[in-house]
């Protein structure tokens, strides 16, 4: 099985940049898809990006597109996010999550339920 773990959160004003990193433990990280997901205060996860098993493949959230891009490295096991241009909306804690990856329509794999295993969450604060 895989586990997930986030780092790079952390507090940075409007228009700053940060890089999120996902490290993925496990023999199979090759296998899955990825994607990063956020949720803040009283809202419900949503989607912000993913990526196919073999980086060919990315999708975004409209609030995201443009300033956030999705990237692995698979021999590192490594997932990472870039966010530039952040605004106090992408304030939230952001999850990293894997899905066995079988093909088919990425544009519809944006559901947390279809995600698992799932980091722990890394805080991203963007002041105004």
């Known amino acids: 099985q895989l586990t997930l773990a986030e780092s790079g959160g952390g507090l940075v004003q409007a228009g700053d940049s940060l890089r999120l990193a996902c490290e993925a433990s496990?023999?199979?990280?090759?296998?899955?898809?990825m994607a990063w997901f956020r949720q803040s205060t009283g809202k419900e996860r949503e989607f912000v990006g993913g990526?196919?098993?073999?980086?060919?493949?990315?999708w975004y959230a409209d609030s995201v597109k443009g300033r956030f891009t999705i990237s692995r490295d698979n021999p590192r096991n490594m997932v990472y996010l870039e966010m530039n241009n952040l605004k106090p909306a992408d304030t939230a804690v952001y999850y990293c999550a894997g899905r066995l990856d079988y093909g088919g329509d990425y544009r519809g794999f944006t559901a947390p339920a279809l995600y698992n295993p799932w980091g722990q969450g890394t805080q991203v604060t963007v002041s105004s």
């Open positions: 990526l196919s098993r073999a980086g060919g493949r990315t």
């Open positions: 496990g023999r199979t990280f090759n296998s899955y898809a």
